[in-house]
Protein backbone atom coordinates (compact mmCIF):
# COMPACT_ATOMS: atom_id res chain seq x y z
CA UNK A 1 0.00 0.00 0.00
CA UNK A 2 1.21 3.30 -0.44
CA UNK A 3 2.06 5.21 2.25
CA UNK A 4 -0.81 7.52 3.53
CA UNK A 5 -0.56 11.12 3.00
CA UNK A 6 0.25 13.34 6.55
CA UNK A 7 -2.67 14.95 6.93
CA UNK A 8 -3.18 19.03 6.35
CA UNK A 9 -4.39 20.43 9.58
CA UNK A 10 -7.49 22.82 8.75
CA UNK A 11 -6.86 26.55 8.57
CA UNK A 12 -8.35 28.27 11.00
CA UNK A 13 -10.76 31.20 9.88
CA UNK A 14 -10.09 34.73 9.54
CA UNK A 15 -11.16 35.75 13.13
CA UNK A 16 -10.83 39.67 14.61
CA UNK A 17 -8.16 39.61 17.32
CA UNK A 18 -7.69 42.32 20.04
CA UNK A 19 -4.50 43.55 21.27
CA UNK A 20 -4.71 46.09 24.39
CA UNK A 21 -1.28 47.10 24.03
CA UNK A 22 -2.10 48.76 20.45
CA UNK A 23 -2.00 52.42 20.46
CA UNK A 24 -3.75 55.21 18.00
CA UNK A 25 -0.21 55.80 16.97
CA UNK A 26 0.62 51.80 16.21
CA UNK A 27 -3.03 51.99 14.34
CA UNK A 28 -1.97 54.75 12.22
CA UNK A 29 1.13 53.52 11.36
CA UNK A 30 0.41 50.59 10.15
CA UNK A 31 -2.78 52.22 7.78
CA UNK A 32 -0.34 55.23 6.71
CA UNK A 33 2.12 52.60 5.47
CA UNK A 34 1.12 49.64 4.47
CA UNK A 35 -2.80 50.11 4.39
CA UNK A 36 -5.67 48.47 5.19
CA UNK A 37 -8.53 46.56 2.81
CA UNK A 38 -11.91 46.79 4.50
CA UNK A 39 -14.70 44.22 3.36
CA UNK A 40 -17.94 44.95 5.43
CA UNK A 41 -21.46 43.34 4.72
CA UNK A 42 -23.93 45.62 6.68
CA UNK A 43 -27.57 44.45 7.19
CA UNK A 44 -30.19 46.70 9.25
CA UNK A 45 -32.71 45.04 10.21
CA UNK A 46 -36.43 46.02 12.24
CA UNK A 47 -38.33 43.87 14.34
CA UNK A 48 -36.10 40.96 12.28
CA UNK A 49 -36.84 42.56 9.11
CA UNK A 50 -33.67 43.07 7.06
CA UNK A 51 -34.44 46.47 5.24
CA UNK A 52 -31.26 47.69 4.98
CA UNK A 53 -28.09 46.27 3.26
CA UNK A 54 -24.54 47.95 2.83
CA UNK A 55 -21.57 46.48 1.31
CA UNK A 56 -18.45 47.52 1.50
CA UNK A 57 -14.97 47.25 -0.56
CA UNK A 58 -12.39 49.62 1.08
CA UNK A 59 -8.88 50.71 0.88
CA UNK A 60 -7.57 53.06 3.26
CA UNK A 61 -3.73 54.05 3.18
CA UNK A 62 -1.43 57.01 3.10
CA UNK A 63 -1.03 58.74 -0.47
CA UNK A 64 2.52 57.20 -0.93
CA UNK A 65 1.36 54.01 -0.51
CA UNK A 66 -2.13 55.00 -2.39
CA UNK A 67 0.15 56.50 -5.50
CA UNK A 68 2.53 53.42 -5.42
CA UNK A 69 -0.01 50.72 -5.98
CA UNK A 70 -1.81 53.13 -8.75
CA UNK A 71 -4.84 54.38 -6.89
CA UNK A 72 -5.63 58.17 -7.21
CA UNK A 73 -2.79 58.86 -9.66
CA UNK A 74 -6.05 60.75 -11.66
CA UNK A 75 -6.72 63.00 -8.65
CA UNK A 76 -2.67 63.57 -7.61
CA UNK A 77 -2.37 64.63 -11.39
CA UNK A 78 -5.42 67.17 -11.44
CA UNK A 79 -4.43 68.40 -8.04
CA UNK A 80 -0.51 68.93 -9.13
CA UNK A 81 -1.76 70.97 -11.94
CA UNK A 82 -4.06 72.81 -10.38
CA UNK A 83 -1.64 73.60 -7.96
CA UNK A 84 0.98 74.63 -10.48
CA UNK A 85 -1.59 77.15 -12.21
CA UNK A 86 -3.06 78.48 -8.71
CA UNK A 87 1.47 79.02 -7.93
CA UNK A 88 2.19 81.28 -11.52
CA UNK A 89 -0.50 83.93 -10.66
CA UNK A 90 -1.42 85.10 -13.93
CA UNK A 91 1.12 83.51 -16.36
CA UNK A 92 -0.25 81.17 -18.46
CA UNK A 93 1.82 78.36 -19.19
CA UNK A 94 2.13 76.58 -21.89
CA UNK A 95 1.66 72.78 -22.44
CA UNK A 96 4.18 70.67 -20.46
CA UNK A 97 5.48 74.16 -18.88
CA UNK A 98 6.31 73.96 -15.15
CA UNK A 99 6.96 76.42 -12.73
CA UNK A 100 10.06 76.48 -11.15
CA UNK A 101 9.86 79.52 -8.65
CA UNK A 102 7.80 83.16 -8.21
CA UNK A 103 9.03 85.78 -6.00
CA UNK A 104 8.67 89.60 -5.71
CA UNK A 105 10.92 92.02 -8.42
CA UNK A 106 10.70 93.84 -11.06
CA UNK A 107 12.55 94.86 -14.52
CA UNK A 108 14.53 98.31 -14.84
CA UNK A 109 12.88 99.82 -18.25
CA UNK A 110 15.69 102.30 -20.09
CA UNK A 111 15.01 104.24 -22.55
CA UNK A 112 15.96 108.16 -23.75
CA UNK A 113 12.02 109.11 -22.64
CA UNK A 114 11.74 107.10 -18.94
CA UNK A 115 14.40 105.20 -17.06
CA UNK A 116 13.32 103.27 -14.14
CA UNK A 117 12.24 99.89 -12.61
CA UNK A 118 8.62 98.36 -13.13
CA UNK A 119 7.11 96.03 -10.44
CA UNK A 120 5.90 92.91 -10.86
CA UNK A 121 6.80 89.30 -10.22
CA UNK A 122 9.34 87.23 -11.73
CA UNK A 123 8.30 83.70 -12.76
CA UNK A 124 10.94 81.17 -13.60
CA UNK A 125 9.99 78.17 -15.58
CA UNK A 126 11.22 75.11 -16.90
CA UNK A 127 11.27 77.25 -20.30
CA UNK A 128 11.70 81.01 -19.10
CA UNK A 129 11.73 83.73 -17.39
CA UNK A 130 8.92 86.30 -17.07
CA UNK A 131 8.68 89.26 -15.50
CA UNK A 132 4.83 90.14 -15.12
CA UNK A 133 2.64 92.69 -13.57
CA UNK A 134 -0.69 91.35 -12.53
CA UNK A 135 -3.21 94.93 -12.55
CA UNK A 136 -3.05 95.63 -15.16
CA UNK A 137 -1.99 92.58 -16.73
CA UNK A 138 0.94 93.28 -18.75
CA UNK A 139 4.44 91.04 -19.79
CA UNK A 140 7.41 93.63 -18.58
CA UNK A 141 9.90 91.10 -20.03
CA UNK A 142 10.50 87.67 -20.76
CA UNK A 143 12.86 85.42 -22.32
CA UNK A 144 13.47 82.20 -23.12
CA UNK A 145 15.94 79.77 -21.29
CA UNK A 146 17.23 78.72 -24.69
CA UNK A 147 18.35 82.30 -25.19
CA UNK A 148 20.29 83.18 -22.07
CA UNK A 149 23.97 84.21 -23.12
CA UNK A 150 24.80 85.08 -19.12
CA UNK A 151 23.27 85.34 -15.81
CA UNK A 152 25.16 87.34 -12.87
CA UNK A 153 24.81 89.26 -9.34
CA UNK A 154 25.71 92.35 -9.17
CA UNK A 155 25.03 95.20 -6.53
CA UNK A 156 23.28 98.91 -7.19
CA UNK A 157 23.56 101.79 -4.73
CA UNK A 158 19.63 102.81 -4.27
CA UNK A 159 18.26 106.23 -3.81
CA UNK A 160 18.30 105.46 0.09
CA UNK A 161 22.02 104.70 -0.47
CA UNK A 162 21.74 101.39 0.72
CA UNK A 163 23.28 98.21 -1.77
CA UNK A 164 20.74 96.14 -3.47
CA UNK A 165 21.50 92.76 -5.53
CA UNK A 166 20.28 92.96 -8.98
CA UNK A 167 20.07 90.11 -11.67
CA UNK A 168 21.82 90.87 -14.79
CA UNK A 169 20.84 88.48 -17.62
CA UNK A 170 22.18 88.94 -20.83
CA UNK A 171 20.51 87.19 -24.37
CA UNK A 172 22.31 85.49 -27.22
CA UNK A 173 21.00 88.83 -29.44
CA UNK A 174 22.92 91.44 -27.20
CA UNK A 175 20.22 92.56 -25.35
CA UNK A 176 20.27 92.52 -21.57
CA UNK A 177 18.30 92.93 -18.44
CA UNK A 178 18.45 94.20 -15.07
CA UNK A 179 16.42 92.24 -12.68
CA UNK A 180 15.23 93.17 -9.22
CA UNK A 181 14.16 90.30 -6.84
CA UNK A 182 12.84 89.55 -3.65
CA UNK A 183 15.48 86.65 -3.29
CA UNK A 184 18.01 87.63 -6.17
CA UNK A 185 20.56 84.54 -5.34
CA UNK A 186 18.12 82.24 -4.78
CA UNK A 187 16.56 82.94 -8.39
CA UNK A 188 19.88 83.23 -9.48
CA UNK A 189 21.02 79.65 -8.47
CA UNK A 190 17.83 78.14 -9.82
CA UNK A 191 18.37 79.89 -13.23
CA UNK A 192 21.45 78.27 -13.40
CA UNK A 193 19.96 75.02 -12.45
CA UNK A 194 17.32 75.03 -15.42
CA UNK A 195 19.87 76.32 -17.82
CA UNK A 196 23.20 74.12 -16.82
CA UNK A 197 24.54 74.36 -20.64
CA UNK A 198 24.53 78.00 -21.48
CA UNK A 199 28.08 79.53 -21.90
CA UNK A 200 28.97 82.00 -19.25
CA UNK A 201 25.71 82.10 -17.71
CA UNK A 202 27.56 81.74 -13.98
CA UNK A 203 29.12 85.59 -14.45
CA UNK A 204 28.73 88.04 -17.25
CA UNK A 205 31.87 89.00 -18.25
CA UNK A 206 33.27 86.40 -15.71
CA UNK A 207 32.93 88.89 -13.05
CA UNK A 208 29.72 87.64 -10.97
CA UNK A 209 29.66 91.18 -9.59
CA UNK A 210 30.52 94.76 -9.90
CA UNK A 211 33.68 95.45 -9.99
CA UNK A 212 35.77 96.04 -7.33
CA UNK A 213 38.96 98.39 -6.28
CA UNK A 214 41.58 99.15 -8.84
CA UNK A 215 43.95 97.80 -6.83
CA UNK A 216 45.40 94.29 -7.70
CA UNK A 217 44.94 92.98 -4.23
CA UNK A 218 41.53 94.68 -3.70
CA UNK A 219 37.98 92.80 -4.50
CA UNK A 220 34.76 94.10 -3.80
CA UNK A 221 31.71 91.95 -4.61
CA UNK A 222 28.56 90.15 -3.56
CA UNK A 223 29.36 87.73 -1.04
CA UNK A 224 27.75 84.95 1.45
CA UNK A 225 28.69 85.27 5.40
CA UNK A 226 28.15 81.96 7.99
CA UNK A 227 27.66 84.61 10.78
CA UNK A 228 28.18 83.03 14.25
CA UNK A 229 24.76 83.43 16.37
CA UNK A 230 23.78 82.52 19.78
CA UNK A 231 21.00 79.47 18.07
CA UNK A 232 23.81 78.28 15.30
CA UNK A 233 25.72 79.78 12.53
CA UNK A 234 23.41 81.27 9.22
CA UNK A 235 24.32 81.86 5.99
CA UNK A 236 23.71 85.98 5.01
CA UNK A 237 24.17 87.73 1.98
CA UNK A 238 25.57 91.30 1.95
CA UNK A 239 28.88 92.99 0.32
CA UNK A 240 32.40 92.33 0.73
CA UNK A 241 34.94 94.31 0.46
CA UNK A 242 38.99 93.58 0.08
CA UNK A 243 41.74 96.24 0.25
CA UNK A 244 44.84 97.38 2.12
CA UNK A 245 42.99 98.22 5.11
CA UNK A 246 41.74 94.32 4.93
CA UNK A 247 38.34 92.38 4.25
CA UNK A 248 35.18 93.87 5.90
CA UNK A 249 31.63 92.39 5.25
CA UNK A 250 28.04 94.19 5.83
CA UNK A 251 25.04 92.84 5.13
CA UNK A 252 21.90 95.48 3.45
CA UNK A 253 19.91 96.13 6.49
CA UNK A 254 22.99 96.36 8.70
CA UNK A 255 24.47 99.40 10.21
CA UNK A 256 28.11 98.68 10.30
CA UNK A 257 29.94 95.45 9.32
CA UNK A 258 29.29 92.49 11.04
CA UNK A 259 33.25 91.77 9.94
CA UNK A 260 36.36 93.20 10.22
CA UNK A 261 39.13 91.37 9.31
CA UNK A 262 42.95 93.01 9.68
CA UNK A 263 45.37 91.96 7.24
CA UNK A 264 47.71 90.67 10.50
CA UNK A 265 44.66 88.51 11.66
CA UNK A 266 44.45 86.58 8.91
CA UNK A 267 46.64 83.17 9.36
CA UNK A 268 45.88 80.87 5.99
CA UNK A 269 43.45 80.85 3.29
CA UNK A 270 41.69 77.39 2.18
CA UNK A 271 38.87 75.74 0.53
CA UNK A 272 36.74 73.07 1.38
CA UNK A 273 33.59 71.20 0.13
CA UNK A 274 30.71 72.28 2.35
CA UNK A 275 27.40 72.96 1.41
CA UNK A 276 26.41 76.94 0.70
CA UNK A 277 24.20 79.06 -0.59
CA UNK A 278 26.06 79.99 -3.63
CA UNK A 279 25.66 76.82 -5.29
CA UNK A 280 29.27 76.20 -5.35
CA UNK A 281 30.66 73.10 -4.09
CA UNK A 282 33.47 74.94 -2.23
CA UNK A 283 33.58 77.05 0.56
CA UNK A 284 35.88 79.58 1.54
CA UNK A 285 37.66 79.33 4.85
CA UNK A 286 39.89 81.89 6.54
CA UNK A 287 41.88 80.96 9.49
CA UNK A 288 42.16 83.80 12.04
CA UNK A 289 43.32 84.48 16.06
CA UNK A 290 39.39 84.01 16.96
CA UNK A 291 38.67 80.75 14.95
CA UNK A 292 37.39 79.92 11.68
CA UNK A 293 35.36 82.16 9.12
CA UNK A 294 33.49 80.61 6.23
CA UNK A 295 32.67 82.56 3.39
CA UNK A 296 30.96 81.74 -0.10
CA UNK A 297 31.11 83.35 -3.04
CA UNK A 298 29.60 82.71 -7.46
CA UNK A 299 33.22 83.77 -8.30
CA UNK A 300 35.56 82.54 -5.99
CA UNK A 301 38.72 83.67 -8.04
CA UNK A 302 38.09 86.84 -7.49
CA UNK A 303 38.43 86.62 -4.06
CA UNK A 304 40.72 83.48 -3.27
CA UNK A 305 44.07 85.53 -5.42
CA UNK A 306 43.52 88.74 -2.85
CA UNK A 307 43.16 86.95 0.13
CA UNK A 308 46.30 84.96 -0.76
CA UNK A 309 48.31 87.46 -1.16
CA UNK A 310 46.79 88.81 1.88
CA UNK A 311 47.51 86.08 4.17
CA UNK A 312 51.07 86.04 3.01
CA UNK A 313 51.74 89.17 3.86
CA UNK A 314 50.35 88.66 7.35
CA UNK A 315 53.27 86.34 7.59
CA UNK A 316 55.89 87.77 6.50
CA UNK A 317 55.95 85.79 3.25
CA UNK A 318 56.89 86.64 -0.22
CA UNK A 319 53.90 86.41 -3.22
CA UNK A 320 55.17 83.38 -4.36
CA UNK A 321 56.79 81.51 -1.26
CA UNK A 322 53.42 81.19 0.52
CA UNK A 323 52.08 77.25 0.81
CA UNK A 324 48.51 78.69 0.41
CA UNK A 325 48.88 80.02 -3.01
CA UNK A 326 48.90 76.74 -5.42
CA UNK A 327 45.35 77.59 -7.17
CA UNK A 328 43.90 80.78 -7.58
CA UNK A 329 40.76 79.10 -9.96
CA UNK A 330 38.41 78.42 -7.23
CA UNK A 331 39.27 74.41 -6.98
CA UNK A 332 40.70 72.83 -3.65
CA UNK A 333 44.12 73.48 -2.67
CA UNK A 334 45.97 70.29 -1.78
Known sequence: MPDRLPAVPAVPSLQPTRDPRVTLDDLLEVVLNKGAVLHLDLIIAVADIPL?????????????????????????????????????????????????????????????VYSGWRPG???????????????????????????LESAALETERAVGGEDRTRLRVRLRDGGEALLSAAEPERLHRELLEQAPGTKGLAAADGGGGTAGPADEDGHEGHLWYHEPRRGGAMWRGGRGRLDAGGLSWKSPVDARPALMLAPGDLLGVRLEERDNPAGSPYTLVLDTPGGEVALAADALPGWTGPLHRMAAGGTGQEDGESPERRRDDGGPHR
Open 121 to 147: SVHLTDRRLVVLRREPREVLWEAELAE
Open 52 to 112: IGVNVRAAIAGMETMLEYGMLRQWDEATRAWAERSGSRGLELRDGERLVTRMFGGHRLTGE
